[in-house]
């Protein structure tokens, strides 16, 4: 490996470079005031106690939603097979279907 | 945040739990699914319409000779339209097999128990009218 060469201008720029950031003097509070927040975020039993009403509406919507779209989809299906099954059962009794190609 | 997905989720499953719970429920009992399933129109007949073995045993034996009625309406059909017979007389022949096939069909509904011959004739009998020269019709049962 190669030594900087001290006389280079990047090495020159690099070593007289300094960072003096601007001071910020809330910064102690302002970070134990976000650990204080974060400390007394509601738990989810509280959040649900304080919209209470918005999150009962929405669970009862949500299984009326689902009973509601299983049983149609439980009727659709077994009305379909029946539809099938009946409309062979009848065929099978009609000689008119017979002599279809 | 955190507490809104967490809610969002669990309405999520609750719905997806009631979905499932009143899907199983409101499927047909496991053997006329199974009947349907198998496209057995006797052990769906037997199922559906809650028949004994006395009356599964009496519709079973109508339907076989039934069977041998239908060959001969079919037989009379295909030969007519063999030889090329007028229109009228295959429009006639076809109306003996449709009263044949109501008349069978009320004799079924007979033997069932009571309610359920009513219910098996608004099933079957508008199949009847369903057929068409065209080709299959689309059919569909309400229960």
């Known amino acids: 490996m190669n030594t900087p ?3 280079e ?3 020159r720029t690099l070593a007289d470079w300094r960072v003096t950031p601007p001071r910020h003097p809330h910064f102690r509070p302002d970070v ?5 927040a974060a400390r007394r975020a509601p738990t989810w039993t ?8 918005l999150v009962a509406g929405a669970l009862m919507l949500a299984m009326v939603l689902g009973a509601w779209t299983g049983r149609e989809r439980a009727r659709e299906r077994d009305a379909a097979a029946r539809a099938t099954l009946v409309a062979d059962y009848v065929h099978s009794l009609d000689a008119r279907w017979m ?3 | 945040m955190k507490n809104l997905l967490l809610t969002l ?3 999520a499953a609750a719905c997806a739990l009631s979905y499932g719970g009143f899907y199983l429920m409101s499927r047909e009992p496991a053997e006329v699914q199974q009947a349907m399933r198998a496209g057995d129109a006797l052990a769906w007949l037997r199922t559906e319409f809650h028949l004994d073995i006395p009356q599964y045993a009496a519709i079973k034996k109508l339907h076989e000779d039934y069977a041998e009625v239908c ?3 079919c037989a009379a ?3 007519a339209q063999k030889r090329g017979a007028p229109p009228a007389d295959i429009a006639a022949l076809e109306k003996t097999c449709v009263t044949a096939m109501t008349e069978h069909f009320k004799r079924v509904a007979a033997l069932m128990p009571p309610g359920q011959g009513e219910r098996y004739l608004a099933i079957v009998l508008p199949r009847i009218a369903d057929f068409d020269h065209r080709g299959a019709p689309n059919v569909q049962v309400k229960s």
Do not use: Q, T
């Not at chain 1, 509280?46 to 009403?53: E, I, K, L, P, S």
């Open chain 1, 32 to 36: 134990w005031s976000r650990i204080e």
């Open chain 1, 46 to 53: 509280g959040y649900v106690r304080a919209h209470g009403a």
């Open chain 2, 71 to 73: 060959a001969g309406h």
């Open chain 2, 77 to 79: 059909i295909m030969a």
């Open chain 2, 9 to 11: 989720g669990i309405l």
């Open chain 1, 9 to 11: 201008p990047l090495s």
């Open chain 1, 99 to 101: 002599r279809l190609p």
């Open chain 1, 5 to 7: 060469d001290p006389e």
